[in-house]
């Protein structure tokens, strides 16, 4: 109540910041999938996407996490891991993340 009296605002703190989305298509998918992994080294936590501890980015890539944490088939079914390698950097490329050397 002390927040949202301070700044103006009615509701839960959060209220809004959430959306969904249904993802109906696959270009749609990898780019969801490409942004999610890329948020640690847009906030600037890591410099490489695979270097964020929590990240599930080794299961799409490499398949080093266990099968049973992550459903990654959806993504892995349609793409090869170099292919979503090159994606990631496409990503990096096209938003201009700071670090050159991101990823590999």
């Known amino acids: 109540m002390y927040f949202n009296r301070k700044y103006g605002r009615v ?10 989305k249904n993802v109906d298509d696959n270009k749609y998918l990898l780019g969801l ?14 410099m490489d996407a695979t270097g964020y501890r929590w990240s599930s980015v080794h299961e799409y890539i490499d398949n080093k996490l266990d099968p049973h944490l992550v459903e990654s088939d959806v993504v892995t079914g349609q793409i090869k891991p170099q292919e979503y ?10 938003e201009n993340l700071v670090a050159p050397h991101l990823l590999f």
Not at 85 to 94: T, V, W, Y
């Open 85 to 94: 390698i090159s994606f990631l950097k496409e990503a990096i490329d096209k």
């Open 33 to 46: 999938s490409t942004y999610i992994h890329l948020n640690p080294v847009r906030a600037g936590l890591v």
């Open 11 to 20: 509701g839960h703190v959060f209220q809004d910041q959430f959306k969904q």
